[in-house]
């Protein structure tokens, strides 16, 4: 009798997280150009909305090249109870040496972003990324001020805030590749969430 041929493994992509830059009342971003941009393969910056498409897409894309079964995950959808769930939020140190969510506006000399990125066992408990801080005197800055969840375990990659199409791929590239790594060694010891479901 034959043996029976392993399934491969789904992979959920989320779509990571940014904030909204402000807008000034003609519309375009304060502190921008005014330009928004558009993903080209000129170099070309893209907008938070282009980025976050882009990054989904690609993630989704090399995981399937990768021989996973990889789909997006809306906030809308059902959370499943079995895969891996990719989970990312882009963020920017402040001056006061604060992590925000980032706020990703073209043509602005803005502070260097880092993607913070998880992958959850959904068979296993699965952990938040991050929790949302509110300091007092926040004021009305952009980015909402965030604490990262440490048991998360989430990995960092630096990205430009201006990306091209070509750094958001290779982005992606280094995003797939670390964490097929992380899945393949997780699966083959211990689960990769550390607690079970109850």
Known sequence: ??????????????????????????????????????????????????????MSENLVKDFAKAGYIAKTLRKSDLRPDDGFLILG???????????????????????????????????????????????????DKPGAVIELNPEADAEKFPIDPNASEKAVKQTAQRITNDFIKRINTEEKHEPLNRYAKP
């Open 1 to 54: 009798m034959p043996a029976a041929v392993e399934k491969p493994k789904t992979v959920y992509v989320t779509d990571f997280e940014s904030d909204p830059a402000v807008s000034n009342n003609s519309g375009t971003f304060a502190g921008s150009s005014g330009n928004r941009g558009s993903l080209t393969s000129n170099g070309a910056a893209v907008d938070a909305q282009h980025i976050v498409k882009a």
């Open 89 to 139: 939020v882009f963020t920017q140190v402040d001056p006061q040496n604060r992590l925000r969510r980032a706020v990703i506006a073209p043509g602005q000399n803005a502070a260097p972003i880092e993607l913070y990125v998880s992958v959850d066992d959904l068979t296993g408990f699965t952990q938040y990324l991050y929790r949302t801080v509110e300091p007092e005197d926040d004021g």
